[in-house]
């Protein structure tokens, strides 16, 4: 990250160390991926994920607005909102969540298929033997991209 400097946490009384960071990683049911296009748009998507050692992945079409932005610029920032509950007497909110910022890259083989594997697990559990045969039908026809994480920051509500 040499060229790309993240600026500093404003609010540092509300930063959360890596063990929640993680598990909010772990536990969270989508993300948020951002990306930007060849014009400077930025693109943002909640898609499902997984977060397996210390990497995100994802699937996608082979082909898309997400696959066109990663092959122009792999840089990427990826949010996951934790738990929240609006506290309306207090007019606020207490909140977790995690950006993560690495580089985004189509994976193949091995890692692909344990990747969706990985999705698999966490998203239908009770469905493993008909997944698997879903994943053995579409692996080719399927895109995985992986998130090499470079940086990761998190805050929540005290």
Same mark, same amino acid.
């Given at each position: $990250? ?5 600026? *500093? ?5 509300? /930063? ?10 772990? $536990? ?31 699937? *996608? ?42 580089? *985004? ?9 344990? *990747? ?16 698997? /045969? ?25």
């Amino acid at each position: $990250m040499d060229e790309y400097k993240i600026r *500093a946490m404003r609010r540092k009384n509300l /930063k959360i160390d890596d063990r929640k960071a993680n598990s909010i990683l772990t $536990m969270g049911e989508y993300g948020v991926l951002s990306t930007v296009d060849k014009h400077g748009q930025p693109y943002g998507v909640p898609l499902n994920y997984v977060y397996q050692d210390g990497c995100i992945y994802f699937h *996608a079409a082979q082909a898309g607005h997400k696959i066109d932005n990663i092959a122009f610029n792999n840089r990427v920032s990826f949010c996951v909102v934790g738990k929240t509950k609006v506290i309306q007497s207090e007019f606020t909110t207490k909140y977790e969540s995690v950006i993560c910022f690495g580089k *985004a890259g189509l994976i193949e083989e091995e890692e692909k298929l344990n *990747a969706l594997i990985w999705l698999l697990e966490k998203y239908t559990p009770d469905h493993l033997v008909n997944g698997r /045969k879903t994943i053995d039908k579409t692996l080719k026809n399927v895109a995985v991209i992986k998130i090499e994480i470079e940086y990761i920051t998190g805050k929540a509500s005290k």
